[in-house]
């Protein structure tokens, strides 16, 4: 026997089951005021719970203009940082009655832009977009940021942008970060201490290299653009950088995410080096794996949790027009574990 199609109950057909109007139902089943006796309504509810009713969200979104879903997009949803992240936001909107539409873009600008398109499209009330702003926006960029502020769609991001007032920001001190990280290797007699950085053109990189110079400075310490070496933030990248970085004499490294700090740990035992013996090392993200590696990694903290719990009430504070929302700029903590030691002489 061929399964038999089950299709949505409707308004009109718990209606038609109770021999009353379609209107009248609609009223009641969405808790609006009208004038029914209770039996009356009693009798409605009892049959449209029966018949398994449920409301048709996007038919009432689309009168109300009020979906109740918030549509979020990451560079990489399999990074430890942006999961943490998606996690918490997708916790907060679901506290406050909404749902989250993920979309995850690799190294796609385009993709990003298809998924604002995409999003926009099934009637999303905000968008937070948690890629790494650039310090001059790409065109898609743009694109992406006028195509929501046409659509009256508010937007967050987590670093600053200046396109429109419905983009809210939630803001990290990634300066403060990279001071952290290599003061905290100078601190422990390294001097020559590699930095192996984001992509240079990244509001982000920008910051935590200028973190690393006055760390530098105060310590009275040159800085020597030979010991930077520009990664991808992905683990690959940290693998390449180790060669390059030991070739200029390097005792001590800060990677600008954790993901790098990865691949140097998977090359160093490529090149017979131990880790903190041979090479002491700072990441940065303080990703959850950083305490269950063979040797712990001491990590700038970036919280994914807090960051994105924030840029979830932000975009609810957005859509809500509540304009005295007050942001913070989320101090950066230095976790030190056994991946970093004193130079020994």
């Known amino acids: 026997m061929k399964g038999r199609i089950s299709l949505r109950v409707t308004i009109k057909d718990v209606a038609r089951a109770c021999g009353i109007s379609a209107a009248t139902v609609s009223l009641v089943l969405n808790d609006r005021e009208c004038r029914v006796s209770e039996a009356t309504r009693a009798k409605i509810l009892k049959t449209a719970a029966e018949m398994n009713y ?4 996007l038919a009432v979104g689309l009168v109300t203009k009020k979906t109740k879903t918030i549509g979020l997009i990451v560079p990489d949803v399999g990074n430890f940082h942006f999961a943490e992240m ?50 001059e926006l790409s065109e898609t960029d743009r694109q992406c940021f006028s195509l929501a502020e046409s659509a009256n769609v508010p937007v967050v991001t987590f670093e600053p942008v200046a396109v429109s007032a419905k983009v809210g920001v939630v803001s990290y001190d990634y300066e403060a970060g990279g001071y952290l990280a290599t003061k905290h290797l100078i601190d422990l007699g390294h001097r020559r201490i590699g930095c192996l950085t984001g992509p240079g053109n990244m509001i982000s990189s920008i910051a935590r290299t200028e973190g690393y110079k006055k760390a530098l400075a105060e310590a009275d310490l040159p800085f020597d653009p030979s010991l930077l070496y520009e990664g991808d933030f992905a683990v690959q990248s940290g693998a390449e950088a180790l060669p390059h970085l030991l070739g200029q004499g390097v005792t001590a490294l800060f990677t600008f995410n954790d993901m790098m700090a990865l691949g140097v740990y998977k090359a160093a035992r490529q090149y017979k080096l131990k880790i903190p013996t041979d090479l002491s090392i700072v990441g940065f993200d303080d990703t959850f794996l950083n305490e269950i590696l063979e040797v712990p990694l001491t990590s700038v903290t970036h919280p994914a949790d807090c960051l994105g719990e924030e840029s979830a009430k932000r975009m609810l504070s957005l859509i809500n027009g509540d304009s005295s929302y007050e942001g913070n700029l989320f101090p950066p ?10 130079l020994s002489h």
């Open 54 to 57: 449920r409301p048709n969200h």
């Open 86 to 135: 998606s996690k918490a936001i997708e916790q907060e909107c679901r506290n406050n009655g909404y749902i989250v539409i993920l979309g995850s873009y690799g190294k796609s600008d385009e993709q990003a832009f298809a998924y604002f398109k995409e999003f926009i499209d099934k009637g999303v009330e905000g968008i937070i977009f948690a890629k790494p702003m650039l310090v």
């Open 333 to 342: 903590t230095l976790m030190v574990r056994a991946s970093s030691v004193r």
